[in-house]
Structure formats: C-alpha cells, structure tokens
C-alpha cells in the first residue's frame, strides 16, 4: 500500500448505529487530518492530529469523536449521526504541519 | 471565518484550449496550494506556492502567488481529457502571534470539462 488509505470506502448506517472509519498513511507523515466534503461547500476541516494529539477541534459536535493511536493510523467513530452528516469524509496526513496535505480517496457516508 | 473565491464555477472546453481559473479573497494568506480532485478520490496535491510573487509550473501546469498575497490563479496548457475533474485552491492564513495548525482554507472549486 502506499500513500493514504481509508476504509471502508462506502458506509450506510442509521441514526441509531456506531461505525468507525479508518485511515492509514504509508507516507512517513506525523500529522494527520479529518475533513468533510459536502456536495456544494468548500472542504470543511474537522480535526488535526500532529504526533498523536490533538490539536484542532473545528467545533464538530461530539457525535464524531477522532482518535489517534499512532502517527501511522487515525480514526473516526460515529454515534447518533444525523441526515445532514451524510458526506465524503476525508483523511489527509502531512510532515509535520505543513500545507502540502495529502489526501485520501475518502470515504462516502449516507446517514439514512 | 475566511473564504476564498474560485472562479468560474465551472469550465466547458474542447481538448487543446488553454484553461485559466483564479481564487481571491479580502484576506492575506501566506501559501496558496492547487488540488484536482477525480470523481470518487480524494484531492491530489498539484502546486504549491509560498512566496508573493512565486510562479511555478508543474508539466502543462502553471500556478501563481499574487503579489498582493490575496489571489493565486492556476493555468493549464494544452488542455487534454484527462484534465477533466473538480481544481481547488486552498491558503493558509498565518494567525498573528503563533501557528495555525496546518489549517487550510479550501475554495469551493471549478469544475472543468473537456471536449475530445
């Protein structure tokens, strides 16, 4: 595998479900990135992680709750989602927090 | 919170026009990068600038940084139909007193066609 990897690549789930989606970067990077892609808006950045904590929280609401476990790997857990959440979630990791993010191929959300 | 301008909102163009899209805003940034993104992936990085002033290309493309660090416009020569998918700015807005975290404001992107 190289480059940033997210799975799963395409998730339905109800209101009342708890999934996970995951990322995994192969680039050597130590900073890693939540964002939402709605149709129509601008890529809105969720949370930053840069040598596993935290540092960014955009004022997402605590029904996604991100984790890092090492600089390799990030998570994304989801609980009580809403329709509106129904989105392309993507993962992107950078050396240290550099601009230059490099993205993954996202993962599709429908919140049904 | 900041915005950036893209324009156009999207492009129809037969294979070998050049193509010229823009992003703006009332505020100063401190690096403009330019993202493609393909249907079903995710944006992969194509120029980043970081110097007012700064041209760079890369293959048929060719990016700017505005002099007035407000405007960035990206080029592309030649076009061809693999150019089609979704362009995106994005800068970075250097927060007085510290660092910003990486944090990237994105446009809301072109969407470029391209006619065989």
């Known amino acids: 595998e190289t480059g940033v990897t997210q799975t799963p690549r395409h998730l339905v789930m109800g209101m009342t479900n708890k999934k996970s989606l995951k990322c995994e970067q192969h680039l050597g990077h130590n900073a890693m990135y939540w964002y939402k892609q709605s149709a129509k808006k601008p890529l809105e950045l969720m949370f930053v992680?840069?040598?596993?904590?935290?540092?960014e929280n955009n004022s997402v609401p605590s029904r996604f709750s991100p984790e890092c476990p090492n600089s390799s790997h990030l998570f994304l857990h989801l609980h009580t989602l809403q329709p509106e959440d129904s989105a392309l979630y993507l993962c992107a990791s950078s050396h240290g927090l550099s601009y230059e993010q490099y993205f993954g191929p996202g993962t599709r959300l429908t919140v049904t | 919170g900041q915005q950036l301008n893209q324009s156009p909102q999207s492009m129809f163009i037969q294979e070998g026009e050049d193509v010229s899209m823009n992003c703006t805003s009332s505020?100063?940034?401190?690096?403009w990068l330019w993202y493609k993104q393909d249907p079903g992936e995710g944006p992969v990085l194509l120029i980043a600038l970081y110097k007012a002033g700064e041209l760079t290309s890369n293959g048929r493309l060719t990016a700017q940084f505005g002099i007035t660090r407000k405007d960035s416009f990206l080029n592309i020569s030649a076009s061809i139909p693999s150019d089609v998918g979704i362009y995106f700015c994005a800068g970075q807005l250097d927060l007085a007193g510290g660092t910003s975290y990486g944090k990237l404001t994105f446009g809301q992107g072109t969407i470029l066609t391209v006619h065989p």
């Open positions: 505020s100063i940034f401190n690096t």
């Open positions: 992680y840069s040598l596993e904590e935290r540092v």
